[in-house]
């Protein structure tokens, strides 16, 4: 069976964007360091559930492009050449001038790149959505550079992301209570 970027970007948009948003519900997901540990392995395991055709992709974490002087988080390779990019942002909040600066990192890793990657991803995980992060036309990224939004607002009423955040909060800024003094 033949391994396509179609199956692969129907994956990306829907069940890994699916199972990343249930460990984001879950609070297994606290940093941009979480989404992308949960991003790399499901990734993995996507190419080893495909049998041998699966065999010829790697999936890499943090790879250096020396062409393009870029770090981009999640890197696949087919047989050794780039195939598709992923940056990824774990956020409260996502200005849309940091959005826009991870679509130009990946748009110029296209250009740069002597063997351009097939797709380009933007996952970034956020509990309540507000416009679209990235405005207007896609211009030169048309069919190459993807937004993958997860938003907790989508699936729960706001009451239950109130009590989300709070449970976060407490997690993700993990402070001991003080012991108190004894007295003498």
Do not use: C
Request: net charge positive.
């Amino acid at each position: 069976m033949k391994l396509g970027i179609r199956d692969f970007d129907s994956f990306v948009k829907d069940s890994l964007k699916e199972q990343l948003l249930e460990r984001y519900k879950s609070l297994e997901i606290l940093t941009e360091a979480d989404l992308q540990a949960y991003a790399f392995l499901s990734l993995l395991e996507y190419f080893r559930s495909r049998g041998s055709a699966g065999t010829r992709f790697k999936v890499l974490n943090k790879p250096y492009f020396k062409e393009v002087h870029t770090y981009p988080d999640i890197a696949v390779f087919k047989r050794e050449k780039p195939w598709a990019l992923f940056e990824l942002k774990e956020r409260l909040h996502l200005p849309p001038r940091i959005a826009q600066k991870e679509r130009k990192k990946l748009l110029t890793a296209r250009r740069t790149l002597a063997l351009s990657p097939k797709r380009a991803y933007f996952l970034y995980a956020i509990p309540r959505a507000g416009k679209k992060v990235l405005e207007g036309p896609k211009g030169e990224g048309a069919r190459y550079f993807f937004e993958v939004p997860i938003v907790l607002a989508d699936v729960w009423p706001s009451e239950a992301i109130e009590t989300w955040e709070r449970r976060r909060k407490r997690w993700a800024k993990y402070r001991s209570e003080q012991p108190t003094a004894e007295v003498g």
